[in-house]
């Protein structure tokens, strides 16, 4: 960037004469102490390397890492367009945005088109959240999928046979009808990520339970109404938000 406004200044009079200083002043910002790290959650949440429509958890964290290690860092800016995705990614971008908040580096999120489930998993901890006016968010709800296919074996003539020691041993879920002890064990764990996401978002925002017990259950709403039921703090763009952590922290040039 300095090469190229360099150039720019010499080989152009507009910027020779008309906007000289403006370049300078960006050429000097460049080279400030104090930077806000914006990070990009983009596209479905999972596991892995960030690739198109994917917002994988080992790129994600490798860049909030990367921010609250420089030294230089005086906030990051999370900016979410995500419908959301994996608990277990979801979480690994969390705990590391607890890591920053643990040394002093305010996060604010700057909430896209959308920013739901999963999304909105990962933004309700950050100090302040911006949201504008059509984003999609919430859906404070889960949901979990495991695949059978022991009738596509009927159709097939395959039989499916074994031993084990234990009830449960040799139980395959994918070729075997699901016994009640397995259903209500899978119901469990998804029902107790459910309250983990309710009572997580209730201490985020400090909200009560009961009210985020409400306005959960898997509905969604636009930034205008997630402003009226404090999901949100403010609408605005990424620019506000970048805007408003330069001026709580008093930053001249950033």
């Known amino acids: 960037w300095q090469n190229y406004l360099s150039e720019a200044i010499r080989n152009d009079s507009e910027f ?3 906007k000289k200083n403006e370049a300078i002043s960006l050429c000097l910002h460049l ?3 104090n930077e806000i ?3 990009t959650v983009e596209g479905t949440i999972m596991e892995g390397d960030v690739t198109f429509g ?3 958890s080992d790129g994600v964290v490798a860049m909030l890492k990367e921010a609250h290690e420089d030294e230089d860092t005086k906030a990051i800016v999370l900016r979410v367009n995500s419908p959301g995705g994996s608990v277990v990614a979801s979480d690994y971008m969390r705990w590391e945005i607890e890591k920053a908040q643990e ?3 305010p996060v604010v999120v700057s909430m896209g088109t959308l920013a739901a489930s999963g999304g909105y998993w990962i933004s309700s901890l950050a100090d302040k959240i911006y949201a504008e006016p059509d984003t999609i968010t919430g859906s404070i709800g889960v949901f979990s999928t495991l695949f059978s296919f ?10 499916y046979d074994g031993y084990s020691t234990t009830k449960y041993g040799a139980f395959d879920f994918t070729a075997m009808d699901w016994p009640e002890e397995f259903s209500d064990a899978f119901k469990a764990a998804t029902d107790s990520i459910y309250v983990q996401f309710t009572t997580q978002t209730a201490e985020d925002r400090g909200l009560p339970i009961e009210t985020v017990r409400e306005i959960a259950k898997g509905r969604v709403y636009s930034g205008e109404m997630a402003l009226e039921i404090d999901l949100v703090d403010e609408l605005g763009t990424l620019d506000d938000a970048i805007k408003y952590v330069a001026e709580s922290a008093e930053l001249e040039d950033y």
């Open 16 to 18: 020779k004469f008309g």
């Open 31 to 33: 080279n400030s102490d």
């Open 37 to 39: 790290k914006v990070v």
């Open 54 to 56: 994917t917002a994988g």
């Open 103 to 105: 040394k002093g580096i």
């Open 150 to 159: 022991e009738k596509i074996y009927d159709w097939m003539g395959i039989n």
